[in-house]
């Protein structure tokens, strides 16, 4: 009887178990939204390494891709899943899913993941990524953007738009550039997001779908930041 007992308490223990992963399974989009509201917030809890105020109330978009994997040996790869948010006036869109990809060429050994913020300063950046693909640094510039909660950005990198990347690396990755990335957006990701075919642009800019329950997280914590 007790080992009768002892393999239903397992049988109970692995049906949860696998219910559990089916479920995150599910949310896995959901999961993306929620990591990119932690990232944001990990990377505006120091002073010293926030995103200044100013850039993301003047910017046209935001890309976060949290766990960019790069790796190599002299060549290079990367390739990570975000999400981007569209602003029109001072409201936030919904936050779409894109991919990002690519190689690099340069001194480079070892592996490391990367948490990747993207402003995107003008709507032609953002129209370049609704387009197909965007390549950092051959569609659009790129450039580290500065930092400091409180720092004003000079009136030259406003005016110069483009698009400033903000990093935090988790490993040993020697010459790691977001020159050669391409962003893409993730079909599959935003028709399972939002339970419906839509794509980025729907998302972005055509107000087609509402944000979920992370998504207005995230949107609550850009516009904290950016006060």
């Known amino acids: ?80 899943q975000g999400v981007i948010l569209y602003k029109s006036g001072n409201n936030w869109s919904a936050p779409a899913v894109f991919n990002m990809g690519g190689g690099s060429w340069g001194l480079q050994i070892g592996g490391q993941a990367t948490d990747v913020i993207l402003l995107i300063m003008n709507d032609r950046g953002v129209d370049g990524l609704l387009q197909s693909k965007l390549t950092l640094g051959g569609d659009a510039a790129v450039s580290g953007g500065p930092v400091g909660r409180d720092a004003q950005a000079s009136t030259d990198l406003q005016l110069k738009g483009g698009i400033f990347s903000y990093a935090r690396s988790r490993g040993a990755f020697i010459g790691v550039k977001l020159e050669g990335a391409a962003i893409y957006q993730n079909e599959a990701g935003n028709k399972a997001l939002y339970k419906k075919d839509v794509t980025a642009k729907d998302i972005l800019k055509g107000g087609k779908v509402k944000p979920t329950a992370a998504g207005v997280q995230l949107i609550a914590d850009l516009n904290k930041y950016a006060k």
């Open 1 to 80: 009887m007790k080992r009768v007992f002892a393999f239903l308490v397992a049988g109970l223990f692995l049906a949860s178990l696998l219910s559990a992963n089916s479920q995150a399974y599910a949310d896995k989009w959901e999961d993306l939204v929620v990591e990119s509201s932690k990232v944001l917030d990990e990377m505006n809890s120091m002073p010293e390494t926030a995103i200044p105020k100013d850039m993301l109330r003047k910017c046209k978009a935001v890309a976060i891709f949290p766990s960019t994997v790069s790796g190599g040996f002299i060549f290079g790869a990367k390739y990570g």
